[in-house]
């Protein structure tokens, strides 16, 4: 399977953020990762539907919309008018998750389920059958720029094989301290979906640190996660 990758634009120049949006979909970008945060949820703040619509105008990649948000439910309409191709909610927001879930997939969207680092996987057991993909954070959400967590590597390959033995199609994603050192390890634990965020953009080339990226992991996820595909 392809191993995909969505910059999360979070780092990138806000003042002009349409031009990057544009640059990364011409260097290949198979998708973008949309941050969106509350300040409750996490501290942080970001953007809504309004910023999110006017990418939509921008570019034709995949937006993948990561809503790090108190109460998703509330916002799953009004992401999905905005342009959003994949909502990802997280676990710990969504007491009725699996109609959360469904809400994502009647709107027509794939529907994602995120899981902070110190949440069990267990809390998708029941709907992996549900899921589009799964999304291991591997740093605690809020910020870019940090540094991964390494106890992630072992979530990532129990995942892995609690994916495989599914017989799901679901993506394992992985958000957070993803760099050149880290992505093949990364990738070798089962990881098909690289959410990578300020290693892209801290270059000042976008384009060229995604190649570097593309270059490292092949295009082929048999190359590098010993053929668990
Ligand atoms: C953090 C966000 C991530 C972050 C990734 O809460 O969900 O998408 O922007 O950024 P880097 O790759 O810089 O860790
Ligand atoms: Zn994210």
């Given at each position: 399977?392809?191993?995909?990758?969505?910059?999360?634009?979070?780092n990138?120049?806000?003042?002009?953020?349409?031009?990057?949006?544009?640059?990364?979909?011409?260097?290949?970008?198979?998708?973008?990762?949309?941050?969106?945060?509350?300040?409750?949820?996490?501290?942080?703040?970001?953007?809504?539907?309004?910023?999110?619509?006017a990418?939509?105008?921008?570019?034709?990649?995949?937006?993948?919309?990561?809503?790090?948000?108190?109460?998703?439910?509330?916002?799953?309409?009004?992401?999905?008018?905005?342009?959003?191709?994949?909502?990802?909610?997280?676990?710990?927001?969504?007491?009725?998750?699996?109609?959360?879930?469904?809400?994502?997939?009647?709107l027509?969207?794939?529907?994602?389920?995120?899981?902070?680092?110190?949440?069990?996987?267990?809390?998708?057991?029941?709907?992996?059958?549900?899921?589009?993909?799964?999304?291991v954070?591997?740093?605690?959400?809020?910020?870019?720029?940090?540094?991964?967590?390494?106890?992630?590597?072992?979530?990532?390959?129990?995942?892995?094989?609690?994916?495989?033995?599914?017989?799901?199609?679901?993506?394992?994603q992985?958000?957070?301290?993803?760099?050149?050192a880290?992505?093949?390890?990364?990738?070798?634990?089962?990881?098909?979906?690289?959410?990578?965020?300020?290693?892209?953009?801290?270059?000042?080339?976008p384009?060229e640190?995604l190649?570097?990226?593309?270059?490292?992991?092949?295009?082929?996820?048999?190359?590098?996660?010993?053929?668990?595909?």
């Amino acid at each position: 399977m392809r191993i995909r990758i969505a910059p999360s634009i979070l780092n990138a120049d806000f003042g002009r953020l349409a031009d990057q949006v544009r640059l990364l979909e011409q260097g290949g970008a198979d998708a973008l990762h949309l941050d969106i945060m509350d300040g409750h949820f996490v501290p942080n703040l970001t953007f809504g539907p309004p910023v999110v619509a006017a990418l939509r105008q921008a570019t034709n990649l995949p937006f993948d919309v990561h809503l790090m948000v108190q109460q998703p439910d509330n916002l799953l309409e009004s992401f999905a008018a905005a342009g959003s191709s994949s909502i990802t909610v997280h676990a710990e927001a969504c007491p009725h998750l699996h109609r959360t879930i469904e809400a994502v997939k009647a709107l027509g969207l794939e529907a994602g389920v995120a899981l902070n680092p110190a949440t069990p996987l267990s809390a998708v057991e029941y709907v992996l059958d549900r899921v589009d993909l799964v999304l291991v954070m591997t740093v605690n959400p809020g910020w870019g720029g940090q540094g991964f967590i390494p106890g992630m590597f072992g979530k990532i390959k129990t995942l892995r094989s609690m994916i495989d033995a599914s017989g799901q199609r679901t993506a394992l994603q992985v958000d957070g301290g993803i760099y050149l050192a880290n992505v093949g390890a990364v990738v070798a634990a089962g990881v098909d979906y690289l959410v990578i965020g300020s290693a892209l953009f801290k270059s000042g080339d976008p384009v060229e640190a995604l190649e570097e990226y593309r270059q490292l992991i092949g295009q082929d996820c048999h190359d590098h996660c010993g053929g668990h595909r």
